[in-house]
């Protein structure tokens, strides 16, 4: 073999040789990279074998979240803010009669302004003539120097603090205490009983409300409400049933329970005065076979006037009442029904509300009224 034959077959045999060692490099660099395995869905892990007779664990029950009590206002602090209320109010008995009665000149047509402020304010013509007098007679001896401090004086005196204001809830031997509330719907009779309890609750008397006006399903279901605030039970019973039954449930379940009073809601039909006394006098008969009525109050919206009057007479022949809840009181121009009201009736006012808020209501004081009309 020549030279050139020798020399062209060991470039051959380099050149394979390079060519295999390139391409063996390749398929190991290929094989290095490995693919990432299948996952393998997880099996699940079986629960333990209940043993026989061993109790399983049940799942935690969510407990409901417990009702937060209100606690009422104390009657004193009431009796503050309410007269704050009806002092910052537009009270034209009060202002009018101070404008008039401060003048130096006192002439008859002052009188007689006198006068017109008192009969438009439902003072009653009998009170207003009797203030007058008393008013002429006082001041033509002292002067009006001091007219503010006589018209005071003699305004306290035709309210009568003399009266015996004190709500009568406590029962005797025993008993609870009954309250029994009427009046004609409209007047706030149903928020008065709510308002009454929270009252007691304030005072940490037990408490019971009756819904005995049963004719107005709203009434069960607002005393309900009423009640529930405060943690006070409420007896009530279907609509249109036996409003003696109810009370008589009512009355007996707080006999039973042993608590302070019950407060019995009545129906406030108006329809005829027949009507109106048999129904009454049969709920307060059949609550006496338990305990006596200790109390029997009467609300009457101050804003109706003569109206509210004449409701008054009609309620007081149908039962013995011993006291007034007199509401909306704060339109003040009106405010002489107290003293015409309780000239008709012969009862005190014990209670009066001037706003919507739950404590709203509280135990009336001449002086203190008094005090507010006149600034």
Same mark, same amino acid.
């Given at each position: ?168 809830? &406590?029962? /005797?031997?025993?008993?609870? @205490?009954? #309250? *029994? ?5 409209? +007047?706030?009779?149903?928020?008065? $009983? ?121 309620? &007081?022949? /149908?039962?013995?009442?011993? @006291?007034? #809840? *007199? ?5 003040? +121009?009106?405010?002489?029904?107290? $003293? ?36």
């Amino acid at each position: 073999m020549s030279e050139l034959a020798l020399l062209i077959l060991v470039i051959a045999v380099a050149a394979i040789a390079l060519i295999g060692g390139s391409v063996a490099l390749l398929a190991g660099r290929r094989r290095g990279r490995t693919a990432p395995p299948p996952s393998v869905p997880t099996a699940p892990i079986p629960a333990p074998p209940q043993v026989e007779g061993e109790a399983v664990p049940e799942a935690p029950v969510e407990e409901p979240a417990a009702t937060t009590l209100e606690r009422p206002e104390a009657p004193a602090s009431r009796l503050v803010r309410l007269r704050q209320r009806l002092a910052g109010s537009n009270n034209a008995l009060g202002r009018g009669l101070l404008a008039l009665i401060s003048r130096d000149q006192l002439d008859e047509d002052t009188w007689e302004g006198i006068e017109d402020v008192l009969l438009t304010s439902d003072i009653g013509v009998g009170p207003t003539q009797e203030l007058v007098e008393s008013l002429r007679a006082r001041l033509r001896v002292e002067g009006n120097t001091d007219a503010r401090t006589v018209l005071r004086e003699e305004l306290v005196k035709l309210v009568d603090p003399s009266m015996d204001r004190r709500l009568q809830v &406590s029962g /005797a031997d025993g008993h609870p @205490g009954v #309250v *029994l509330v009427v009046g004609v719907n409209g +007047a706030g009779k149903t928020t008065s $009983v709510g308002k009454i309890a929270r009252i007691l609750v304030a005072e940490d008397r037990t408490v019971i409300l009756g819904a005995a006006d049963t004719f107005r399903a709203a009434a069960a279901e607002q005393l309900g409400t009423w009640g529930e605030r405060v943690g006070v039970e409420v007896v009530r019973g279907p609509e249109g049933s036996d409003p003696a039954s109810v009370a008589f449930d009512a009355v007996k379940s707080g006999a039973d329970a042993g608590v302070d009073t019950v407060i019995v809601d009545t129906a406030g039909r108006l329809q005829n005065k027949a009507g109106l006394m048999d129904e009454l006098g049969k709920v307060k008969r059949v609550i006496e076979k338990t305990a006596p009525v200790t109390e029997t109050l009467l609300v009457l919206d101050a804003t109706t006037g003569q109206n509210g009057l004449i409701q008054a007479r009609v309620f &007081s022949e /149908a039962v013995n009442i011993t @006291g007034i #809840v *007199l509401t909306k009181l704060d339109g003040s +121009a009106k405010g002489g029904i107290v $003293v015409q009201v309780q000239r008709e009736l012969g009862v005190p006012v014990k209670l009066v509300g001037l706003g919507e808020g739950p404590d709203d209501l509280a135990p009336f004081s001449p002086e203190a009224f008094v005090d507010a009309l006149l600034g």
